[in-house]
C-alpha cells in the first residue's frame, strides 16, 4: 500500500494549493485569459484523478493496483474535494482507482468554478470582465513563512519545468501533476517538446497509480463516446409559423417574454424558421445560459455577425468580432478606461455636464423618452469617453449607427440601405465625429488630462500597429457614441418603471435629497447603502426590459446542448434574457419586485440574470454604466417631478437593433424641485 501523507504539513514542502488548483493554474494561457482547451471528458477525467489524487496526499484515501479504500473519512475543509470524499464513503464495495476517476468525472463540472472561485478569492487568480483570468500580482492572503513554492500560479509551471527537463527523483505531488498535464495533452503548447523530453514525461506520469488510473479512464472513453455526450441526440423542435404569429409579446418587442414563452412549450433549445433567412436555432433557459458563459468560447464564434459592421466602417476587425486572446487584449488594453473608477474620479464633470443641459428642458413640457435621455447621456459621455462634445453630430451617429446594426447583424434590412444619399452623408458626418477624435488626442493636447477611451485606443494602436492598425480605428471610436444611447435607454426604462410605481420614486426621490442634502456627494458618499433603492431599481429595469435581450453566434465545433447536437455552421441565437421571464429563475416575474435582489431571495445571482451578456463578450463598461445610470437617475428625480404624458398600459417598445423604449412614451417635467447648478 502507499500513501503520500507526509507531502501535507507544515514544513517547507507543504502546499496551500491543492492538486485541483494546481491543474487548473497550470492550465491557464495568460495570453487568451482563459484555460488551454482539453476535451472535456479528458479534462473531466484529470479533475476527478486530481480531486482523488490529493485526497491520497492528505491520508484520506488509499491505492494500490487494484483498489482505492477509505483511509480516513474526516472532511479536509476544502469545497472542491469534501463531496468527492463523501461519496466515496458511501460506497460499500471495493473498485480500483480507474472506477473512481470515471465515476467521479461528471462531478467536475461543479468542481471547476468552485476551485476558480477559491482561487480568486484567495488572490492568486484575477478574474477580469467577460470570466477571463490571469495570475495576481498581488501577494496571496495565505502566504506563509516557509515561502512555498505552490504559493503563486506561476510556479506551478515553474515546478512542471524542473521535473520535466531535469533528472531529479519528483516528489509524489509532482508525478501527479505530471501525469494530470500529460493526460489534458497540453505540454506541447506549454514547452519545446522533443523525444527526450516526452520520454521523461511518459516516465515520470507512470510513477503514481492515480496517474495511471486517470490515462486509462480517458483511453476507455475513446472506445466509449457515449461517456463524452450522448450517443442520440435530439431532434430540435421547430417553432410553428402560428406561435410566432401570435406571440404577443414577440409582437410588441417583448423580446425577453417572448422568448421565454417559447421555451416555456418547446424547451430551452428550439429552431426558427423564417422566409428569407437562414434557420436560427434559440437556446433560452436556465442551463444554456450556463453552457454558453462557460463554453462559449469553445464552441461558438462571433466573426460572422460583426463582419457586416466591420465593412461598413470600413475596418478589417473588431473587438466584437473577435474571439479568443485577441478578444481578450482589446479588453485588458481597454477595461482601464471603462472602470468605474475611471468614471467616479471625474464626477464633478458629471454633474456640471448633466445639470448643463437638464437647464436647456422647459419644464410642463412632454418629451419623446428617447429625444430627452439619449442627449442627456451624450452630453456627459462623449466628453468623458472621448473629451469632444458631440451633441451637434450625436442623431445623425445614432441614426447611421443603428442602420448598420439593422443592416449588419439584425439583417432585417438589405445592404444597399447603407447607400442611400440620407446614410452616405450620415456616414460623413461619422467619419468626421472619428477624425476630430484623433485629432484632439495628440500627446501636447492630453498633458495633464484623464485618460478616455480614445486614448487607450490610440495606445494599444501605438503600443502594436498590427494589432491595431490605424486604418482599423474608424469603428472602436465611432462606436463610443452608442454608449449614449444604449444608457440613456436604459434609463428610460427605469424611470417608467419608477413613475409607474409611486412608492418606489418616492424612495429614490429621497435617496437622492439626502446625497445632495450638502451640495454634491463625492465618491465615498455613493456607499451600497445610500443608493439601494435606486441599485434595486434599476437592476429590476434591467431584468424587466434589458436593452441587450439576445446575442448573435456561429457554431463552429460541433456541440451538443442539453441534448441537442448543435451542428457546425448553425446559426445561433442565445436569448440570455429568456430566463427574466422565467418562473425558475424570478418568481412571479411579471411583476416589478425590487426585493428579489435582497437576502435571502438574491435571485439575481446565478446566471439566470444577464442584462449584461454572458460570456467573453459580455459587456465590458457594465461597471461604469451601472454607476452612471444610478447618477443620472438620482439627479432626475432630484432635480424634477417627472410623470409619464399619458397612462400606458403596456410600455411601448422599439425591439430592434437593441431594445428601445418607443418614443410614444414621454415624460412630462411638471415641477422643477431643486436649482440647476451651472
Same mark, same amino acid.
Given at each position: 500500500m502507499m500513501t503520500h501523507e507526509t507531502a501535507v504539513g507544515t514544513g517547507p514542502g507543504a502546499s496551500t494549493l491543492s492538486l485541483p488548483e494546481e491543474l487548473l493554474l497550470a492550465l491557464l494561457d495568460e495570453e487568451s485569459g482563459y484555460f488551454r482547451q482539453v476535451p472535456g471528458w479528458n479534462?473531466?477525467? +484529470?479533475?476527478?484523478?486530481?480531486?482523488?489524487?490529493?485526497?491520497? #496526499?492528505?491520508?484520506?484515501?488509499?491505492?494500490?493496483?487494484?483498489?482505492?479504500? =477509505? $483511509?480516513?473519512?474526516?472532511?479536509?475543509?476544502?469545497?472542491?474535494l469534501d463531496p468527492i470524499l463523501?461519496?466515496?464513503?458511501?460506497? *460499500?464495495?471495493?473498485?480500483?482507482?480507474?472506477?473512481?476517476?470515471?465515476?467521479?468525472?461528471?462531478?467536475?463540472?461543479?468542481?471547476?468554478? #468552485?476551485?476558480?472561485?477559491?482561487?480568486?478569492?484567495?488572490?492568486?487568480?484575477?478574474?477580469?470582465?467577460?470570466?477571463?483570468?490571469?495570475?495576481?500580482?498581488?501577494?496571496?492572503q495565505d502566504e506563509t513563512p516557509q515561502g512555498d513554492v505552490h504559493l503563486a500560479g506561476e510556479s506551478v509551471r515553474a515546478r512542471l519545468t524542473r521535473i520535466i527537463f531535469s533528472d531529479e527523483i519528483p516528489g509524489p505531488r509532482d508525478v501527479i501533476i505530471t501525469?494530470?498535464?500529460?493526460?489534458?495533452?497540453?505540454?506541447?503548447?506549454?514547452?519545446?517538446?522533443?523525444?527526450?523530453?516526452?520520454?521523461?514525461?511518459q516516465f515520470v506520469s507512470q510513477m503514481d497509480l492515480i496517474g495511471q488510473a486517470i490515462a486509462a479512464a480517458v483511453s476507455q472513453s475513446i472506445i466509449a463516446p457515449s461517456l463524452r455526450q450522448p450517443s442520440l441526440t435530439k431532434p430540435i423542435p421547430t417553432v410553428s409559423l402560428r406561435d410566432l404569429v401570435f406571440n404577443r409579446e414577440l409582437r410588441e418587442g417583448r423580446l425577453p417574454a417572448g422568448f421565454a414563452i417559447l421555451a416555456e412549450k418547446y424547451g430551452p433549445v428550439f429552431e426558427l424558421r423564417l422566409p428569407f433567412r437562414q434557420n436560427m436555432i434559440v437556446l433560452a433557459g436556465l442551463k444554456t445560459n450556463e453552457w454558453a458563459h462557460r463554453m462559449g468560447r469553445v464552441f461558438l464564434r462571433s466573426k460572422e455577425y460583426f463582419e457586416g459592421v466591420d465593412k461598413a466602417y470600413g475596418v478589417s476587425r473588431s473587438m466584437h468580432s473577435v474571439d479568443g486572446a485577441d478578444h481578450f487584449r482589446f479588453r485588458k488594453s481597454l477595461q482601464p478606461a471603462y472602470s468605474r473608477r475611471t468614471l467616479t474620479r471625474r464626477l464633478d464633470e458629471v454633474y456640471d455636464l448633466a445639470r448643463s443641459h437638464m437647464a436647456s428642458w422647459d419644464v410642463g413640457a412632454a418629451m419623446p423618452v428617447q429625444e430627452m435621455l439619449r442627449p442627456l447621456l451624450n452630453a456627459q459621455s462623449s466628453p468623458l469617453l472621448a473629451s469632444i462634445n458631440t451633441q451637434a453630430e450625436i442623431a445623425d451617429a445614432l441614426e447611421y449607427k443603428i442602420r448598420v446594426l439593422n443592416v449588419g447583424i439584425v439583417k432585417i434590412l438589405p445592404r444597399f440601405m447603407l447607400k442611400t444619399?440620407?446614410?452616405?452623408?450620415?456616414?460623413? @458626418?461619422?467619419?468626421?465625429?472619428?477624425?476630430?477624435?484623433?485629432?484632439?488626442?495628440?500627446?501636447?493636447?492630453? $498633458?495633464?488630462?484623464?485618460?478616455?477611451?480614445?486614448? +487607450?485606443?490610440? +495606445?494599444?494602436? @501605438?503600443?502594436?500597429?498590427?494589432?491595431?492598425?490605424?486604418?482599423?480605428?474608424?469603428?472602436?471610436?465611432?462606436?463610443?457614441?452608442?454608449?449614449?444611447?444604449?444608457?440613456?435607454?436604459?434609463?428610460?426604462?427605469? #424611470?417608467?418603471?419608477?413613475?409607474?410605481?409611486?412608492?418606489?420614486?418616492?424612495?429614490?426621490?429621497?435617496?437622492? &435629497?439626502? =446625497?445632495? +442634502?450638502?451640495?454634491?456627494?463625492?465618491?465615498?458618499?455613493? *456607499?451600497?447603502?445610500?443608493?439601494?433603492?435606486?441599485?434595486?431599481?434599476?437592476?429590476?429595469?434591467?431584468?424587466?426590459?434589458?436593452?441587450?435581450?439576445?446575442?448573435?453566434?456561429?457554431?463552429?465545433?460541433?456541440?451538443?446542448?442539453?441534448?441537442?447536437?448543435?451542428? $457546425?455552421?448553425?446559426?445561433?441565437?442565445?436569448a440570455q434574457t429568456a430566463t427574466?421571464?422565467?418562473?425558475?429563475?424570478?418568481? &412571479?416575474?411579471?411583476?416589478?419586485?425590487?426585493?428579489r435582489y435582497l437576502p435571502p431571495r438574491n435571485e439575481h445571482l446565478g446566471r439566470g440574470y444577464a442584462p449584461f451578456g454572458l460570456g467573453t463578450h459580455s459587456c465590458l463598461g457594465s461597471r461604469w454604466a451601472d454607476m452612471q445610470m444610478a447618477i443620472n437617475l438620482l439627479m432626475l428625480t432630484h432635480h424634477f417631478k417627472i410623470e409619464l404624458d399619458r397612462p400606458y398600459e403596456r410600455l411601448p417598445m422599439d425591439p430592434l437593433p437593441s431594445q428601445s423604449p418607443s418614443n410614444k412614451l414621454k415624460f412630462r417635467l411638471v415641477q422643477q424641485r431643486h436649482e440647476l447648478r451651472v
Open positions: 479534462l473531466n477525467c +484529470a479533475m476527478a484523478g486530481a480531486a482523488l489524487g490529493e485526497l491520497s #496526499l492528505r491520508g484520506r484515501i488509499d491505492t494500490d493496483l487494484e483498489s482505492l479504500t =477509505l $483511509v480516513d473519512a474526516t472532511d479536509t475543509g476544502r469545497p472542491v463523501r461519496e466515496i464513503s458511501t460506497e *460499500t464495495e471495493t473498485h480500483d482507482a480507474r472506477y473512481w476517476v470515471e465515476r467521479l468525472a461528471p462531478q467536475s463540472e461543479s468542481m471547476i468554478p #468552485l476551485a476558480l472561485d477559491g482561487l480568486v478569492r484567495r488572490q492568486i487568480l484575477d478574474l477580469h470582465p467577460g470570466d477571463f483570468y490571469t495570475f495576481t500580482k498581488r501577494p496571496p501525469g494530470l498535464i500529460n493526460t489534458c495533452r497540453v505540454f506541447h503548447l506549454m514547452f519545446q517538446i522533443d523525444e527526450e523530453v516526452e520520454e521523461r514525461i444619399p440620407s446614410m452616405r452623408r450620415r456616414a460623413k @458626418a461619422m467619419q468626421k465625429i472619428v477624425d476630430r477624435m484623433q485629432r484632439t488626442h495628440t500627446a501636447a493636447q492630453r $498633458v495633464g488630462m484623464h485618460e478616455d477611451v480614445v486614448d +487607450a485606443y490610440l +495606445a494599444l494602436n @501605438a503600443s502594436d500597429p498590427q494589432f491595431l492598425p490605424e486604418s482599423d480605428l474608424s469603428l472602436p471610436l465611432g462606436a463610443i457614441l452608442m454608449t449614449a444611447m444604449y444608457m440613456g435607454d436604459q434609463i428610460g426604462f427605469a #424611470l417608467y418603471w419608477l413613475v409607474q410605481n409611486p412608492e418606489l420614486y418616492e424612495r429614490v426621490t429621497a435617496e437622492a &435629497d439626502a =446625497l445632495w +442634502a450638502e451640495g454634491d456627494p463625492s465618491e465615498e458618499d455613493f *456607499t451600497r447603502d445610500r443608493i439601494d433603492v435606486t441599485h434595486r431599481v434599476l437592476m429590476e429595469a434591467l431584468r424587466m426590459s434589458p436593452i441587450v435581450a439576445m446575442s448573435m453566434r456561429t457554431v463552429m465545433n460541433t456541440c451538443v446542448v442539453e441534448g441537442y447536437e448543435l451542428p $457546425v455552421g448553425s446559426q445561433l441565437m442565445i427574466h421571464y422565467s418562473e425558475e429563475s424570478f418568481p &412571479d416575474p411579471w411583476t416589478f419586485d425590487i426585493d
